[in-house]
């Protein structure tokens, strides 16, 4: 790393020469941010890996455990899954709403997404649109005000019937307040939402929509350089899911510094189209917390969702790591390559592999492992042994692998691990 000429926010083009960083040094920079380089802070744990994140993501699917669990145990390990779910849906720590995806959020950040909500609340209806939304979201209110937290279902149903996106008036009309902000879920009860009146649950301190829209994105700006370390222009807009222009209207007061990283040039944009910021090859933007001191520590090794925030951007993935990966759950059975839910095998901050895992009773069973080298087969067999004890299977048992040489290593490992 080394700082020629190095300059705080408040330019509009990068400094010449800039800050460099090599290829290595931005990946352990994005490993720390993301809480998979160093000591876990157990004492903050599961809450503080939200916070620190800025979003975790949801999914139905759900394998070993749901996507949001396995975010916290890739960082803190084996904590325990009610754990997880009670940090989570206290009702006063966190919140959904849609940033990367639909995503669970630090209540902290409620504010900031006043620009989201009144974009929503401008737009005037959801893709659904209600015969009589004033009626519908007026009976939503009283319920809710009158007889308190409330599924969609408690409310009145939430399908009509037919498909899963035939949701009825009731459904609409929540989920339109929820969009706007005068609806909160702050709770899941299974894996049902429970809504509530925002007034309720959110903290007076943090209810309210004052900050304009540039404050709000300068503020997940900050955030999601601060979650990853470093960043190019494009990875900044994807964290939140805001648009190029925007980020670019920030960039220069976000507080993140311009930096150069080794091999990050200019891919096609996501969409296919160049860039047309200007901006010299590998230029990007980084969290001045994060250059010092030089990133150090242990590396977990673990076995990371597909939603996972460090690896949820597949071109800024395969630009870090190497990797290409693409979740194949909606891809037809007989044209996936790796499997339902491939799982990245994360160890020594590199991603070695991938496994298909499923659960039959009390047994783990790998579908589908893919290894890139022999140097995998030791952590892939640590981390299914640790996933393994973490969903309550005793045993293990590999049914595919790739390449097949690897097959008896790998179950020699196993046993080994296991006993």
Not at 225 to 250: F, I, N, P, S
Request: proline share 7%; charged share 25%; aromatic share 6%.
């Amino acid at each position: 790393m080394s700082v020629d000429a190095f300059r705080v926010p408040g330019m509009t083009s990068l400094p010449s020469p800039a800050l460099e960083l090599s290829a290595d040094e931005a990946r352990r920079i994005a490993l720390r941010a993301q809480g998979l380089l160093g000591a876990p802070d157990r004492r903050a744990g599961v809450r503080g890996v939200l916070r620190s994140l800025g979003a975790v993501q949801l999914d139905t699917i759900s394998v070993l455990a749901r996507s949001h669990e396995l975010v916290p145990y890739a960082r803190l390990g084996a904590v325990g899954r009610e754990t997880v779910e009670s940090a989570y849906w206290d009702g006063s720590h966190a919140f959904e709403y849609w940033s990367h995806a639909a995503c669970i959020l630090p209540v902290e950040e409620w504010p900031h997404f006043a620009f989201r909500r009144r974009a929503r609340a401008a737009r005037g209806h959801r893709w659904h649109v209600m015969e009589d939304s004033e009626r519908s979201c007026a009976a939503v209110r009283d319920r809710l005000k009158n007889d308190g937290p409330l599924t969609a279902s408690e409310l009145g149903g939430a399908k009509n019937g037919g498909e899963w996106y035939d949701w009825s008036e009731t459904k609409i009309a929540v989920e339109w307040l929820l969009d706007t902000g005068e609806v909160v879920c702050a709770r899941r009860r299974g894996w049902k939402r429970v809504y509530d009146l925002a007034e309720r649950v959110i903290p007076d301190t943090l209810f309210h929509d004052d900050l304009d829209d540039r404050a709000c994105v300068r503020r997940l700006v900050a955030q999601a350089g601060a979650a990853m370390g470093v960043a190019t222009r494009a990875d900044l807009a994807d964290y939140h899911r805001l648009r190029a222009e925007q980020v670019d209207e920030v960039l220069a007061d976000s507080g993140l510094v311009p930096v150069t990283v080794e091999g990050w040039g200019r891919p096609a944009a996501r969409g296919g189209s160049r860039p047309s910021s200007g901006r010299p090859p590998g230029a990007a933007w980084a969290d001045p917390a994060a250059l010092t001191p030089p990133p150090r520590g242990r590396h977990r090794t673990t076995l990371l969702s597909p939603f996972d925030s460090l690896i949820w951007d597949r071109p800024r993935t395969e630009r870090i790591f190497g990797f290409t990966h693409r979740l194949e759950a909606y891809v037809p059975r007989p044209q996936r390559i790796h499997g339902y839910f491939a799982m990245p095998l994360l160890s020594g901050g590199r991603l070695l592999g991938r496994v298909d895992p499923a659960r039959e009773g009390t047994t783990l069973v790998a579908r589908q492992l893919s290894l890139l080298s022999g140097r995998a087969v030791r952590p892939m067999a640590e981390a299914l042994a640790e996933a393994a004890s973490w969903v309550g299977c005793t045993r293990v048992r590999v049914e595919r692998i790739d390449p097949p040489e690897l097959a008896a290593p790998l179950t020699e490992a196993l046993a080994e691990i296991t006993g």
